[in-house]
């Protein structure tokens, strides 16, 4: 780091960066959460509670994004506070005050989105899922703590970015030592519910290619829990007086936590545009991914709920075939259909006037005649609906 005071030292800048970080993030996030809300309204054709989770922390992190914008290119926040002017000072303070708020939103509300998804995939016992419930509520109350600690610090309130007016501030060490604490819940949360599918998945039988494939694609949420590590560890620059410039690095991190937990919440629930843009499920092997499997034929309407929800395999086991007559009706044991007098053949299905002439002439010989009706009605499927494969695993 260049001397204190010098030409190079007054140079320094670190609001493009955060900048350029910040919105290619947002963007990214943003189109995430655009597919997410596309498939539901294509598929389940309604918003389920995760859903609105990820949309309150992408509002979050798009508030975040625009306040730090205006502080630095209105007041110069990321350079050296001794290099701005005292309207500058107050500007960059007060609007990296009023961004930390939505910043902690942005990461916090994911969590709850990737608790409720985990829960409806992993079918956890209940005391695992009072323990995951726990885990994501006690995160969420830890972070609603620190805003506050930021602004009432002082009194009267404005004195934490107006130094020139009356009033009194407790040391900021207690407002940094809080937030290492929630940072480190934020970090384990994240660590936790990125490992816990993993050890779930690699427990059943499926191909390792595919376990491999789950687990990243639940795991995303692990880079967040890295950077929430590394976020952590800045937070005792909170305590410096260069804050526009130390504090800098711990914008682009929480952004890119929220982003990444947004990002690993909606992945499992896109998967239907991934199978629609590769003609294939890519989470299943690629021996069964050629073609779509008769399991999913015969079985994948019947396993829709009443929700529109729809289904992944996480198993290999396929339900074994039963009998059928020759309308394709499925024959049970003990059913009416199944031979009750000795010695006769079951008639078969015809139209409806050799059908009258067939129980004419078999009424002769002391018969019994079943009649079959059948009615068959279909409606015209989207081309995602028709390359749904995802109806194996409840992402509802």
Known sequence: MPPEGSDEWKAQDK???????????????????????????????????????????LICVW??????????????????????????????????????????LSYTTPKLAVAILLVRLMNPTRYHQWFLWSLAVLCTISQLVAPPLHFLRCVPVEKNWNMS?????????AVAYYSVYAGAISAVTDVYLAVYPAVVLFGLQMSL??????????????????????????????????????????????????????????????????EL??????FSSAEDSKQTPKYYEDCSSSRRDSRGGSHIELGQRRPRPKPRDDLGLTIMEGDSQEEILPG?????????SRGAEGAQDQSRHGDIIRTDVVCVSYEKKSPLEENLASNRWNIE
């Not at 350029?20 to 389940?44: D, E, G, H, M, Q």
Request: hydrophobic share 45%.
């Open 15 to 57: 609001g493009p960066e955060v900048l350029l970080v910040c919105w290619i993030l947002t963007v990214i996030a943003t189109i995430f959460v655009f597919a997410r809300i596309y498939v539901r309204y294509k598929v389940s054709r309604k918003f389920l509670s995760d859903d609105w989770f990820c949309l309150l922390s």
């Open 63 to 104: 508030l975040s994004s625009a306040f730090i914008s205006v502080a630095i290119h209105f007041y110069s926040y990321g350079k050296h506070m001794d290099v701005l002017s005292r309207e500058q000072q107050k500007g960059a303070v007060f609007w990296s005050l009023v961004a930390i708020t939505p910043g902690i």
């Open 165 to 173: 007016i009356d009033g009194k501030c407790f040391k900021y060490e």
């Open 209 to 274: 290619k595919k376990k491999i494939g789950l687990s990243l694609a639940l795991g995303v949420g692990a880079v967040g829990g890295v950077f929430a590590i590394l976020k952590t560890a800045t937070l005792p620059n909170l305590d410096k007086p260069d804050a526009t410039y130390h504090t800098a690095d711990l914008r682009i991190r929480t952004t890119i936590e929220g982003s990444t937990l947004i990002i690993a919440s909606t992945i499992p629930v896109l998967q239907p545009l991934l």
């Open 277 to 282: 843009a590769m003609r294939r499920n890519p």
């Open 344 to 352: 006769t053949k079951r008639s078969s299905p015809v139209g409806s």
